[in-house]
């Protein structure tokens, strides 16, 4: 199976996924459970042969399930490369793999693997985790078509405070200040991220355990839908504050919630990698800003990013830092 299988290629509507695995069988399970799903399917045996159809399908991916061991290039190659891609580096990768202690997991988050599946797996473990793939790829992609048509208007702000409320809202808010900064797409993966946050764990209470089991089955949009009607959150809001000097931009996003233990969440624990969620804090750490500071008891978080370099270039040498054990 060394040539691409597509599966489902008459509609260019659904979210393409490519699934590189050395073991045939492991290839059939995975396209078996998630064929179902309306998904387009590109299924490659052989490593050399998946990163041609990564380069060829560069565009148009949504989502790389991507197996460890496999004949040189092997899995964590293949991923170094991808996120070395300037065109692949934001699509999410579930590396699927049986080498899960910490250590080797680790190792994967640091190469930017942030989503995990170990062998073997179970129908409904693979669809939350594809889910909550699939979920933060149309998220990132909706923010990037929204900026080019507001850099030019933004680039005149030099200091504002903005009130949000809702999921919509902070999207908005994340495509719009993103467009201030010098990687607009990066920058507005992290504020989105920030932002959400503020909104779900902040203002409406939803903890970590609580957003794992929404997302599991499904429910979590829903869920904040429900909460934002309900009186006691009726009347909070968020807000973020920026202030653009010259050398650097500041985002400051506050919420009314009770706060949380923000220290748990700035690394990605790799006890947490096989999880759907729990990793929007560190992720905006370590892509999009060149500084990220928690205040008070969590429900105030700064943001740096240097208008002279954009993110900053250590920001990967400051991710396999912090990933490391």
């Known amino acids: 199976m060394n040539a691409p ?17 050395d073991d045939p069988i492991n290839l059939e399970i995975v396209a078996e459970q998630l064929g179902r799903d309306a998904h387009d399917l590109v299924l490659i045996q052989n490593s050399g042969a998946a990163w041609t159809a990564l380069e060829q399908e560069a565009d148009a991916l949504d989502l790389i399930v991507l197996d460890r061991m496999m004949p040189a290039p092997d899995g964590m190659e293949l991923l170094r490369r991808i996120k070395a891609h300037s065109q692949l580096a934001l699509v999410p990768v579930i590396m ?29 473990a693979l669809r939350t985790i594809v889910s909550g793939a699939l979920t933060e790829r149309m998220h990132h992609k909706n923010l990037k078509n929204t900026l080019d048509n507001q850099q030019m208007a933004i680039a005149c702000l030099s200091r504002a405070e903005f009130r ?15 467009s201030l900064c ?3 797409d990066m920058a507005a993966i992290g504020l989105s991220e ?34 934002l009607a309900l009186p006691e959150y009726a009347q ?8 653009a000097g010259v050398r650097t931009l500041r985002f400051t996003i506050r919420d009314q919630g009770e706060g949380f233990d ?9 006890s947490r990698a096989f999880d759907p969620n729990g990793r ?22 700064v943001a740096t990013v240097s208008r002279t370099a954009g993110p900053s270039a250590g920001c990967v040498e400051r991710a396999a830092g912090t990933l490391a054990l």
């Not at 509609?11 to 590189?20: E, G």
């Not at 599946?117 to 179970?122: D, E, H, Q, V, Y």
């Not at 929007?280 to 978080?301: H, K, P, W």
């Open 5 to 21: 299988v597509i599966a489902h290629p008459e509609s260019p509507v659904r979210p393409r996924i490519l699934v590189v695995d």
């Open 96 to 124: 699927q793999t049986a080498a899960s202690s910490p250590a080797e997991v680790a190792e994967g988050l640091a190469a930017g693997a942030y989503y995990y599946l170990t062998k073997p797996f179970s129908r409904k």
């Open 164 to 178: 949000f409320r809702s999921l919509d809202e902070a999207a908005a808010l994340a495509a719009l200040l993103s």
């Open 182 to 184: 010098p990687n607009p």
């Open 194 to 227: 920030l932002l959400v946050n503020a909104v779900e764990h902040g203002n409406l209470g939803i903890t970590y355990a609580e957003k794992s089991t929404l997302m599991s089955g499904g429910n979590w949009r829903g869920e904040i839908l429900r909460r």
């Open 236 to 243: 909070r809001q968020a807000t973020v504050t920026v202030d």
């Open 262 to 270: 923000w220290s748990r969440y700035v690394e990605i624990d790799p």
């Open 280 to 301: 929007g804090i560190a992720m905006a750490r370590m892509l999009s800003f060149s500084d990220v500071e928690y205040q008070g008891c969590g429900n105030t978080v």
